[in-house]
């Protein structure tokens, strides 16, 4: 399996634009999560789906951020209108099932630099 | 709250041995990870602990103690590309997320 694909690597972007994010899981894992990182903040859950549904959104900083998973193969996080606060990395991350043990291990993908100017 | 609480930095020589902390509260704990994250990488899976004692995996070993909250992991014959972020994570009875800690930023010097 090649793993979390998350794609762009790299964005950068002026303030008050649109950013896409986008996340293919590993194939058979029923979670996503996704999550930004920063230096002061850490690592941060923004949101997770569990079988394509979003189970607890909590963490989205504001309305600002929303998330889709319409199929087991594809996630996106979009930011719109963008500030340069929003400057992180963004990790996609997904787990086979939360049945306990080991199947709680979350595998991550590459991440998303994004840089708002 | 679930705090994770870990070292912010710490250095080593090459060659050395060198022992990263964890505490948490022990409050519906239903096991820990540690990853490794290089600078600009991914974090990756390193160990899993849920039983008290040790988890050993060639030069990384993981320990863990339930009833006071504590976790260690223990890199033995420290290597330059050890140099990384060390990720202590927990998963709490009732929850499908993991929480994680800020991070141990490791540097190992010639």
């Known amino acids: 399996d090649a793993g979390v694909i998350q794609s762009p690597r790299h964005e950068v972007t002026e303030m008050g634009q649109e950013v896409t994010l986008r996340c293919k899981p590993i194939s058979g894992h029923d979670y996503l999560f996704w999550y930004r990182q920063t230096m002061m903040r850490g690592l941060e859950l923004l949101i997770y789906?569990?079988?394509?549904?979003?189970?607890?959104d909590s963490g989205m900083p504001e309305d600002r951020f929303s998330a889709k998973m319409p199929n087991a193969s594809f996630s996106t996080l979009k930011i719109q209108p963008s500030e340069p606060r929003d400057s992180a990395v963004y990790f996609c991350?997904?787990?086979?099932?939360?049945?306990?043990?080991?199947?709680?291990?979350?595998?991550f993908g590459p991440g998303t630099r994004l840089t708002v100017l | 709250g679930q705090n994770i609480d870990q070292p912010t930095e710490m250095t080593a020589t090459e060659g050395a041995i060198v022992q990263i902390n964890c505490t948490y509260q022990t409050s519906g704990f239903n096991g820990l990870f540690w990853y490794q994250q290089h600078a600009g990488e991914a974090p990756t899976f390193l160990s899993y602990?849920?039983?008290?004692g040790l988890e050993e995996k060639g030069r990384f070993s993981s320990f863990l103690s339930r009833s006071k909250g504590y976790s260690y992991l223990l890199l033995k014959e420290l290597q330059m590309k050890d140099s990384a972020s060390y990720l202590c994570?927990?998963?709490?009875?009732?929850?499908?997320?993991?929480?994680f800690g800020k991070g141990t930023m490791l540097l190992v010097s010639p």
């Open positions: 789906f569990n079988n394509n549904v979003p189970i607890d």
């Open positions: 602990n849920v039983l008290d």
């Open positions: 991350a997904t787990n086979p099932g939360t049945s306990g043990g080991m199947l709680d291990t979350q595998y």
């Open positions: 994570a927990v998963r709490f009875s009732g929850y499908s997320t993991l929480t």
